[in-house]
């Protein structure tokens, strides 16, 4: 993902659910001990919500998996953990600092080009002073061209005002609605 002055290092002051424990793990050592994803990888993403609705971004046209829309997230360094992960990828995609990391909301598997990766979505909790002011997000434009705020009723129906909602997959929008049951 991104790096770069844009936003110069990712927060490392947050809260995480001790239930999440488990995923306090190094990327490294969770591929030691889950060798059929070593040759793809492990990917986190962030479920952000405000006012009842979560935040969506919308892949740039010219990249992979152009257009879609999906919560922010990347693929995990070997040497950080899957819980640093989905904070840096955050960080990285939005420009916005999360706070806390609350709960798992989806686990999955997939094949990309062959190999088997990893999916962890999180609800996050993004500092308060970020939100409700859009020009906070900042996107890098060679990855994403949009977001929006859906509610659960637009991401059900897969359109949110005149934007169709095309999904990376069934299961992360599972994760995004059980987001929203639970929060």
Not at 124 to 148: R, T, Y
Request: aromatic share 10%; charged share 25%; hydrophobic share 40%.
């Amino acid at each position: 993902m991104a790096t770069g002055s844009r936003h110069p290092s990712p927060p490392s002051s947050y809260v995480t659910n001790p239930a999440l424990k488990s995923y306090d793990i190094s990327v490294a050592d969770y591929l030691s001990q889950n060798p059929c994803y070593r040759h793809g990888g492990i990917f986190s993403a962030a479920v952000i919500i405000y006012q009842g609705r979560v935040l969506l971004i919308q892949r740039a046209s010219d990249d992979e998996f152009p257009d879609i829309w999906e919560v922010p997230g990347g693929t995990a360094s070997q040497d950080e953990t899957i819980i640093d992960c989905v904070v840096r990828e955050l960080w990285e995609e939005t420009g916005l600092r999360a706070s806390a990391v609350e709960r798992l909301t989806g686990e999955y598997e997939c094949e990309i080009n062959l190999t088997k990766w990893k999916i962890f979505i999180f609800l996050v909790v993004v500092d308060n002073d970020q939100m409700g002011d859009s020009d906070k997000i900042v996107l890098d434009p060679q990855e994403h061209q949009a977001f929006l705020w859906a509610t659960r009723q637009e991401i059900e129906d897969n359109r949110c005002g005149e934007a169709q909602l095309g999904w990376f997959s069934l299961e992360q929008k599972g994760a995004i609605l059980t987001a929203l049951r639970v929060y």
